[in-house]
Nanobody, 119 residues
Framework: QVTLVESGGGLVQAGGSLRLACAAS????????MAWYRQIPGKQRELVAQ???????NYADSVKGRFTISGDYAKKMVYLQMNSLKPDDTAVYYC?????????????WGQGTQVTVSS
């Protein structure tokens, strides 16, 4: 089994910054995809940023130029640096990993961390 634990959320004023971290533990042979999603109550969870083991990253249009995703595959960590935060960024942020174990591919989600941006 694999467990993901997010940290770094909190309350910040508009224009401020936060850095989210997600730590993975458990049996992992390799990590293929690291991603951050966010969800507002009553809305669907949306992809914020994703990076792959090949080094390719993509971002939601709403966060391009403000957020940066990075991953440390050896330490099984994924980060989301969020700058120039806006009230619209307020949401619960979740990390997701796609991993391989014993030849099979799995995905796992963290429990979420709240980010609140005040105007």
């Amino acid at each position: 089994q694999v467990t993901l634990v997010e940290s770094g959320g909190g309350l910040v004023q508009a224009g401020g910054s936060l850095r989210l971290a997600c730590a993975a533990s458990g049996s992992i042979d390799s990590i293929h995809v690291m991603a951050w999603y966010r969800q507002i109550p009553g809305k669907q969870r949306e992809l914020v940023a994703q990076t792959t083991s090949s080094g390719r990253a993509n971002y939601a249009d709403s966060v391009k130029g403000r957020f940066t995703i990075s991953g440390d595959y050896a330490k099984k960590m994924v980060y989301l640096q969020m700058n120039s935060l806006k009230p619209d960024d307020t949401a619960v942020y979740y990390c997701r990993l796609e991993i391989s174990r014993l030849g099979y591919r799995y995905q796992y989600w963290g429990q979420g961390t709240q980010v609140t941006v005040s105007s």
